[in-house]
């Protein structure tokens, strides 16, 4: 035995986002120990940034509304990358999530009849997304939050985990973790272990994403022996402040293209018109007077091209910015100021108002936005199969933006706050199926637990070194420069090449100070798993050979439908961070005749 | 390029004092910016909360130039010629640095007795956006735990912590107090364990918000009068007298199977 503070449960969560929580709720609901551990306090995670809303095909707002178009609208905008049958499931299974959340607390925002209100947002062929104002991710964390606390579910708040632990079978034994206000190790055994803990962003220069998002799971499932699928397929909202420059990436909601926002070019033109392509042009207005009337009467004209969905819409942004029509800061203009009354503003999207007045010193009810593409959101991660969110690795389950496959090559606005609570349940229920059922005491393998201890506390011991935000900031930079919007295959090459050379100086960190809440130290135990990112990212975009949702290469400008048959999948087959990784061909699901049908009617 | 100096209060639980730092001054920065920069190159173990900077999660809560403001929102060309002095939150334990040990706020989180609504119809409630707007402000809540570090009764009375909820928790309370569908009722608990009666409505936590909630006018007020209201009313009293009837507890209402 180790000499660390340990704890014992039946069912782990790692990270207390939207996903966590909802798999933590389900698991105790079964009568489990259920442990979530979080490297930040609760209530705090990144879900709260998320604005716009939470997609259900519910039909409040258009009775048309149906989980098939639901369905056929998720699969389209992940360019037919998705694993079909999680965005089956997850189209049929979002509304009764939303209803859900009513029944413990939550307040949405309510049609005249009283029903739960839905709103417009891209790629959404209806009017889909339940929402709070601009701040719905804020309503989903708190309710579930609530809820979790009201149940008794023990919360290790400000404790990182480092790495996971198996036991001699192969199977999920538990983790290792320490405790941030101290400094301290702390070990959990588990049959269980659910990794819900988010994105990536931080890999980039700018991004919407907060310091947690490390990839910390995508990470540690990988080093366990479970693969990373789709990992080249990033998300850039088009929408980012571009300044001031020390809010450069902060994210401007999509609602306000859903509410009337247009996007225009230095030169006043609403240049989206230019880009729509022929999947959308079907349900694409032609000209501004039919897009305008569409916000009116949703019968009475068809899309406005600024709702294509987003890897549309940001790669239109970098080619006008690019063709030298952008404005003063490198961006071009969103503007709502002209098209909608000061109140409706004020009262539909309230944090962004507040968000430019106090940052900025811009009133977005007076003057236009500038805004720029920012990467927002990783497609990609963890394979997991679709009803279960298993792993191959027993006991390893994951859920949210660290899962891959329900979004495909491009998430739709809004189907990230439904993905957390259809997929947290679901990977909830079976995790604690696994753990009821499975027999025999988890023992954690001390060698592993006292390596994962000893490389955290190596760059104590180092006398000289590297300071480790000095390799942040030079890794986002090269990330952002090299796999960033648009790639080439001799940028994504110099990118492998100098990913190594980050090895190198990771394994050469020095650290100062004392471990009792010491962010510099945290931070050097969150490069392994940034580089991790960055690796399998440069790796996915170095082999696909197309251009697909969030993976544009201008090397090959367009879509190659041999690429849709499959992903590109990694491990890491000696279980380090800087060791090699393999990457393969790995086929997609294929689509049943019957979903097949819903994809390929014209409208 | 001008220069800013920040003056920052280091240490732990068993004492610090104030470090400064002078670094230029770039456009359109906010305290948590330098916070960033001095971190970056100075003070790489300087300790602070921080995760969305952008003012919705409520992680950097300080006291800057002695006034309780989210890091992430207070920009440095707003703030008066001079050193920037930040502290950490005056009302609970320092961890180290600017990090406070702010438990309290999740132990009462605890104690509120659960949201209780009664079973759904087949087609889902009907709400309406006028029910629905009152408990919605209280729900911007970010729990950045400022209007609880102003507010003098924690703050001058450490001992408080055992028996008065705040501000925070009064804006909980109020919110399910007046949410359409709650069906449990907290108003002796509010009174007896909560300390609803010590609030006396100086409004300092109102005025700290970074939300702009109406925390005193549109929840502490017509809570106490709610509360006031079940205390004194005879029929109540001679209930309450009768039966001692002990209210659905949290453990009550958290045993109902997810749907």
């Not at chain 1, 990609?380 to 191959?392: I, N, P, S």
């Not at chain 2, 502290?87 to 009462?108: E, G, Q, Y």
């Not at chain 2, 209780?116 to 119809?121: E, R």
């Not at chain 2, 009722?185 to 970074?210: A, H, Q, S, W």
């Amino acid at each position: 035995m180790t000499p660390y503070e340990h704890h014992e449960y039946d069912v782990v969560i790692i990270g207390a986002g939207g996903a966590g929580l909802r798999a933590a709720i389900e698991a105790k609901a079964r009568g489990l120990r259920v442990a979530v551990v979080t490297k930040s306090l609760l209530g705090k995670a990144h879900t709260v940034m998320a604005e716009g809303g939470m997609a259900a095909a519910m039909g409040n707002v258009q009775s048309e509304d149906n989980w098939m178009v639901h369905f056929r609208d998720t699969m389209r905008g992940g360019k037919m990358l998705n694993n079909y049958r999680m965005a089956e499931l997850h189209a049929k299974e979002a509304p009764d999530r939303v209803y859900e959340l009513e029944q413990w607390g939550a307040l949405f925002d309510r049609t005249a009849e009283g029903k739960i209100l839905q709103r417009d947002f891209g790629g959404h062929r209806y009017a889909r997304l339940a929402h709070v104002g601009d701040r719905t991710g804020l309503e989903l964390i708190r309710t579930l939050q609530q809820k979790v606390v009201s149940m008794g579910i023990d919360v290790f708040m400000e404790c990182k985990v480092l790495r996971l632990v198996r036991d001699a079978d192969g199977r999920i034994a538990g983790c290792v973790a320490y405790w941030r206000p101290t400094g301290e190790i702390v070990t959990f055994a588990a049959a269980s272990v659910i990794v819900a803990t988010g994105g990536v962003g931080r890999s980039w220069k700018f991004t919407t994403n907060s310091w947690e998002s490390t990839g910390d799971g995508h990470a540690m499932a990988l080093w366990a022996g479970a693969q990373l699928i789709d990992m080249e397929c990033i998300q850039f909202h088009p929408t980012g402040m571009v300044w001031p420059l020390s809010v450069r990436g902060l994210l401007v909601t999509e609602a306000v293209r859903g509410d009337g926002g247009v996007l225009r070019n230095s030169e006043g033109q609403r240049f989206m018109f230019n880009y729509v392509a022929d999947m959308f042009r079907a349900e694409t207005a032609d000209t501004e007077e039919e897009a305008d009337r569409w916000y009116d009467d949703h019968d009475a004209g068809r899309r406005p091209p600024e709702l294509l969905p987003r890897d549309e819409v940001a790669r239109a942004i970098n080619t006008e910015v690019k063709a030298g029509r952008g404005t003063p800061h490198g961006g071009v203009f969103l503007d709502i100021a002209s098209r909608r009354s000061a109140e409706f503003i004020r009262r539909r999207l309230p944090s962004m108002y507040h968000q430019f007045m106090e940052l900025a010193g811009v009133d977005i009810t007076r003057e236009p936005m500038e805004i720029g593409p920012t990467c927002h959101y990783i497609m990609g991660g963890v394979k997991v199969d679709a009803e279960t969110e298993a792993t191959r690795v027993p006991g390893l389950y994951a859920a949210g933006e660290v899962a891959a496959g329900l979004h495909g090559a491009n998430r739709l606005g809004g189907n990230s706050l439904s993905d957390l609570v259809v997929f947290g349940r679901r990977a909830g229920i079976a995790a604690a199926e696994y753990a009821a059922s499975s027999t025999g005491p988890r023992t954690l393998d001390d060698a592993s637990v006292e390596e994962a201890v000893a490389e955290a506390l190596a760059p104590f011991e180092r006398t000289e070194g590297e300071n480790p935000y000095d390799i942040q900031r030079d890794l986002q930079e090269m990330m952002q420069a090299n796999v960033g919007i648009i790639r080439n295959a001799a940028e994504i090459d110099d990118a492998l090449e100098k990913l190594q050379g980050f090895c190198d100086r990771v394994r050469r960190i020095k650290v100062t100070g004392g471990r009792a809440y010491n962010p510099g130290w945290n931070l050097a135990t969150d490069l392994p798993s940034m580089i991790t990112v960055s690796r399998t990212t440069a790796l996915g975009a170095r082999d696909r050979h197309e251009s697909r949702g969030g993976h544009t290469r201008e090397d090959f400008p367009t879509a190659d439908p041999e690429y849709a048959t499959f992903n590109l999948a990694h491990s890491a087959p000696g279980g380090r961070w800087d060791g090699d990784y393999l990457t393969e061909r790995s086929a997609l699901l294929e689509i049943p005749d019957e979903l097949r049908a819903l994809l390929e009617e014209a409208k | 390029m001008s220069e800013v100096t920040m003056r920052i209060w280091r240490g732990d639980a068993s004492g610090g004092d104030f470090e400064s730092f002078t670094l230029e001054q770039n456009e359109g920065e906010v305290v948590l910016d330098v916070i960033h920069r001095i971190q970056a190159s100075a003070a790489p173990d300087l300790a602070c909360r921080w995760n969305c900077k952008a003012g919705k999660c409520g992680s950097c809560s300080a006291e800057i130039n002695g006034k309780p403001r989210l890091m992430c929102m207070t920009r440095i060309d707003q703030l008066p010629e001079g050193p920037v002095t930040v502290t950490p939150m005056k009302a609970f334990p320092v961890i180290r640095d600017l990090v406070t040990d702010v438990s309290f706020n999740f132990a009462m989180a605890e104690r509120v007795p659960a949201f209780l609504p009664p079973p759904m119809p087949a087609d889902g409630f009907r709400m309406f956006q006028v029910d629905v707007e009152r408990g919605q402000e209280f729900r911007k809540c970010i729990e950045c735990f400022m209007c609880q570090d102003v507010c003098h009764v924690i703050r001058d009375h450490e001992d408080s912590k055992t028996h008065y909820a705040g501000p925070r928790f009064f804006i909980r309370y109020a919110e399910l107090e007046m949410h359409p569908l709650d069906t449990n009722d907290r108003r002796e608990f509010i009174r007896e364990e909560m300390g609803l009666g010590y609030c006396n409505i100086t409004k300092c936590c109102t005025e700290v918000c970074p939300e702009h909630i109406k925390i005193t006018d549109n929840a502490i007020i017509p809570l106490k009068e709610r509360v006031v209201d079940a205390h004194y009313d005879p029929i109540a009293w001679l209930g309450r007298k009768i039966t001692r009837r002990v209210k659905r507890s949290s453990d009550a209402a958290a045993v109902q199977p997810a749907p």
